[in-house]
């Protein structure tokens, strides 16, 4: 199977949970501007909705959306415990934080980069922000993981998107419990390879 990410941006998210789980598969960069892949391929003809991340499997499907990825990925090795078991009240625990991520941070932090947002726009998107990662703060707390004692893939979706904080000026250090916890799931093995393999770490 493959991949298709763009360095740094949501696909981050999914390329972790890869890695974490052991899973072959290959990569496809894209680039978000031109619609084209490393190859020179038309982007669009691979997913018409434009964005990464994109999962293509061995029977030429292809599975959508950054959460979806995620789940599949971590139902495939259940021993890894990167997905709980369908029908957990802790498999409804973690998509509630995938939910949580994706609409309250990761839209109001795309808000952000839009270059056409009005700035009374970007200021709403912050208030949001600030209010969505004071509740974040408190209720991680000082665990180690957004589901208690085991990684998951929200925890690798969630350090992705702290991570573009430093790109347009939100301050994660403001919130130390977020950072703290950014900082235990940065120095991951595997999340270090992925960010090697996209070339935002180098060594």
Known sequence: ??????????????????RESGLSFDLERVS?????TAGDADYLRVNPKGYVPALRFEDGSLLTEGP????????QVPEKRLA?????MERYHLIEWLNFIATELHKNFGALFDPGAP?????????????????????LGDAPFLLGEHFTVADGYLFTVLGW??????????????????????ARPKVLDTLRAEGLLKG
């Open 165 to 186: 904080g430093r790109l347009v000026d939100v301050d994660i250090a403001r919130w130390p419990h977020l950072a703290a916890y950014a900082g235990r799931i940065g």
């Open 1 to 18: 199977m493959k991949l298709y990410y763009s360095p740094g941006a949501s696909s981050l998210a999914a390329h972790i949970a890869l």
């Open 32 to 36: 978000l501007k031109t619609k084209k």
């Open 68 to 75: 979806a990825i995620m789940l599949w990925v971590g139902d």
């Open 119 to 139: 700035d009374a726009a970007k200021a709403a998107a912050r208030a949001r922000l600030d209010k969505r990662l004071d509740y974040l703060d408190r209720t």
């Open 84 to 88: 709980p078991s369908p029908g957990t």
